[in-house]
């Protein structure tokens, strides 16, 4: 059976390479996208072969889920959207294909599979009955009391998040992931024959068949499809052990026929899971409970159902990180990748490993961003990317052979001295991760050393439920020798793991502060943020708190170096800054800001001249214009800096100061200067009340500028290009902003910007909609980012990367120019100035327009998408702008654009001179109506520019 499968799977390759060569001579896909679907059914046909047989090869198990998990996917995605799978992926996929081949040769070769049916039988089931009924009703008891405590929660075992996981969340997490099909084969086994004469295996089934519906519940707020598997695994076990594992084609074509049957039933589930997912997504990786989450089920907009289905089914999942992994590295890691891995999985009493894997330049995702600048997703944790990035295509044959060893090693050591339950569990619990294709070295580690404490209490029942001299033995004469130590190792790895849980010092926010959300808590916070500096402890804001700033320049908090605030699900910052920001970060470095909640309901006024500024709660009387920002800057800021700093502002030559962003940046909530750096933002959301009108916008979420070194002297003669430096090392994952003028706002270096949502936006206005950007339009013209040029290049941004940008474009008010005569400004999504830059998988629906490039070098933008409106924006401006000269090695690609104006008067797209190697390839642009000039292509004066751009007309 083996051979054969080998054969069909050898011919379905051979197919998939005939659709290459189809594909390069027509254009089409037909082939291969039949093959991703043949092959990718073959393979799952051959997991189940596997299962129903109980027969594991984890060599041929891995070659088919890594096929499956890869191709299927990526031909759902064709055949959805075929237009968003490019070219090269198809390529990409017979490389797959081709990675697995070996593997499925050297399975196939292998006699030494482990055989499930030598271990479990009625007659050992029954002989251990006691000991796996203790066992499985412990882990349900676990799961249990982890649910009705809101311990297990969405987001409950994710250490980006933070954090606070506990060792018994963590060792539930990872064991009882075999649960399901543990229970499965036991019930199965125990069901073979329904009359059972000992009531302790009927309890044992019940108990069995009771935990398979609790996996429902266990699974669902923190891993859907995670269940789904789980499910199908309980399903497959339950039927092998009631065919005592034989297999004939006369099971398989009814197993076939009942999966039909129940087909309608998945896709239900299916639309379950879509709304779960959608409800969690919208939560911004806050955790929450199963309850809330059925609690709230009614209220998912069927909008965003739809919008994320539709996202889901264009996306080819985990071949674009594939995809950019054999595209951009060159050279393997030699192992340094592999190495983290071990690393992250040995327990934090040991060493400080976070400050090893910081030296190493980090592990996972972060190593293989910093050293290759590749930006990546959640599905790149993967066997097949580890090993590549490793080893190149030898890489995953090891990576498999090494998991091989540790399963075969872990069985045996469960087998002798877990006991049959034990053994039961954990193998399941393997299998699990192994089909896994995302899970990584690491999980496998972690499941390792957890699947040690499952040993521990087998051998304990062992010894309480097994009536033999043996184990009577055992208990008398080798329980030090043996037991203790053992026990004594688990412990530490037990209680060692959570480096957050044993090391962490947490203090809650509730020692400085009312905790309401209505008293001004300003003085609790900030005596709280400056206790925590210099890692002294972890802030927790489990409370909501009310930050009074307004235009009292003697309010802002600053944020000094190692700082870390984390927040709890009740957790929420309550603001009202006006010209002036809420939080500053002035040459501080290693803050992590994680799960932060800012609501904003402050006001902007459209005056510029507010008549002064307020002063440690006095109003202070000041001419001028935008008094506050200016008197912030100049008797809060430059003295803040002088003193804690150690700048020595020198006015014996002319005015000093820190240097001026303007009235429009300092009003942001986060204003970073200087050279801060190593900042960490994850899971944070900034949003203005439901209600809020646009006149209540936030203003600016974050600012970045340059600014002055500590500990020296400057004048109004010093350079700003030797004596200044830029934010640095700024990552952000996981922010959703709604409800905002600007987003972030300014220059900086080295930083990487993933997973970014954009809801409502609009331009600054008065409650009646009005004198939109100001009187004077003096705020200056909204985006989701604004990376400004520089007029030192040292200092300008260089080395960003932007990825996965989703900008929903729900507009608040009226564009703020209505003649050509007094353009301002419009207020698209994206604007940019960069060096050696990358901007990945950016949507948008802004009426306002796409994208403006302002002077740079060595930038990629990729995968730019969405729609505009001329119309709303008066027929002024175009989506994208180039809007000045000195461009070059500038490249956009896969753009795909659409105006939806009933009638198209401008053309979308329009070019610059000064310009070297600027590229435009594969751009498309739907327009509606146009008229002639609307139809002008981009030009580009000067050397090497390529144009490709293609206008469909409805």
Known sequence: MSKTLLFVYLAATTAYF????????????????????????????????????????????????????????????AAFQASLVQEDYWGHGFAILMIAFPLLVFGSSDQHDIDVSNYFSRRAISQNIGQIGSLILGLALLETVLLLTQQWTYGSTNFSQGERTSPIVLLAGQVTVGLAGFCGLVSGTLSSRLRMNRLSETLVLLLSLSVLLLQVLWW?????????????????????????????????????????????????????????????????????????????????????????????????????????????VTRPFLGLEAITQFLLALPSAFFDKTYVLDQLGGANEALWTNMTGIPYSDYAQTLLLEGY??????????????????????????????????????????????????????????????????????????????PSLRFRSLRQRRLVNCYVPATALIALFYFSDSAQATERSYRSIREWTSCNGSTDDRDGVARAFDLAKHNSFELLIDCPLFVHVGTDISRPIFIEDGTTVDFAADGKFIIDNVFMPTWVIANSQDIKLRGWRVEYKGSMPVDPDTGGYTLNGRFVRRPGSYQPAAAFHDLALTPWLTKNRGIVFDRTKGHVSSPWIGPTATASVFYILGSSSKIRIRGMKLFATHDADASRYIPVCFSTAIGFNSNQQVSAQTAIERSSSTPSEIDVDDMEIDGAYMGWVG??????????????????????????????????????????????????????????????????????????????????????????????????????????????????????QG???????????????????DYTNVTLSDVELEDLAPTATIAPITGAGGSSHVVMRATKVILHHPEHQALTKPSFAGIDNVVDVVFIVK
Request: proline content about 3%.
């Open 389 to 466: 990035i490793d080893f190149s295509y030898f890489g995953f044959f090891i990576y498999v052979l090494a998991i091989n060893l540790m399963f075969r090693a872990l069985l045996v050591i469960c087998h002798r001295f877990g006991g049959l339950a034990a053994f039961g569990v954990v193998f399941y619990g393997l299998f699990y991760t192994l089909l896994q294709v995302e899970g990584t070295v690491g999980g496998i580690l972690d499941h390792f050393r957890c699947a040690l404490i499952i040993v521990i209490a087998g051998r304990v029942l062992q010894m309480y439920f097994a």
């Open 747 to 864: 220059v900086l270096q080295d930083s990487q910007f993933r997973n970014i949502r954009s809801l409502r936006y609009g331009d600054l206005q008065d409650l009646d909609g009005k004198n939109v950007g100001g009187i004077g339009k003096w705020f200056a013209p909204p985006h989701l980012f604004y990376l400004t040029t520089s007029a030192n290049l040292d200092l300008g941004n260089r080395h960003i990367l932007i990825e996965n940008v989703l900008d929903l474009g729900i507009r608040a008010g009226l564009s703020r120019d209505d003649d050509v005569r007094s353009r301002s400004g419009y207020a698209l999504s994206l604007k940019i100035a960069a060096r050696d830059s990358q901007v990945l998988n950016y949507t948008s629906f802004r009426p306002d327009g796409l994208l403006d490039v302002l002077p740079s070098t060595n930038l990629t933008i990729k995968k730019l």
């Open 220 to 328: 669902l707020p923190v891993g859907r499809r995670f269940l789904m598997v789980q499910l199908l695994l309980g399903v497959i076990t339950f039927l092998a052990a009631r065919n005592h594992f034989r297999l004939s084609a006369r099971k398989l074509v009814i197993l076939g026929a009942w999966l039909a049957l129940l087909a309608p039933i998945g896709l239900f589930l299916t639309r379950i899971f879509v709304t779960l997912r959608v409800l969690s997504w919208s939560r911004s990786g806050a955790r929450v409970d199963l309850f809330e989450l059925l609690s709230q089920l009614g209220s998912v907009d069927p909008n965003t159902v739809s919008m994320y289905q539709d996202q889901a089914a264009a996306r080819a999942l985990i071949l674009d990180s594939y995809a950019l992994v054999a595209r951009y």
């Open 867 to 885: 729609t505009y409106n001329s119309s709303f924006l008066n027929g002024i401006y175009p989506a994208i702008r180039f809007p000045s000269g």
């Open 18 to 77: 005939f659709g290459l060569c189809e594909s390069a001579l027509f254009q089409t896909y037909n082939l291969c996208l039949v093959d991703c679907f043949f092959v990718s059914g073959l393979s799952a046909v051959a997991i189940m072969r596997y299962l129903l047989l109980g027969r594991i090869n984890v060599f041929c198990i891995t070659a088919y889920a890594t096929v499956a998990a890869y191709l299927f996917p990526f031909g759902l995605a």
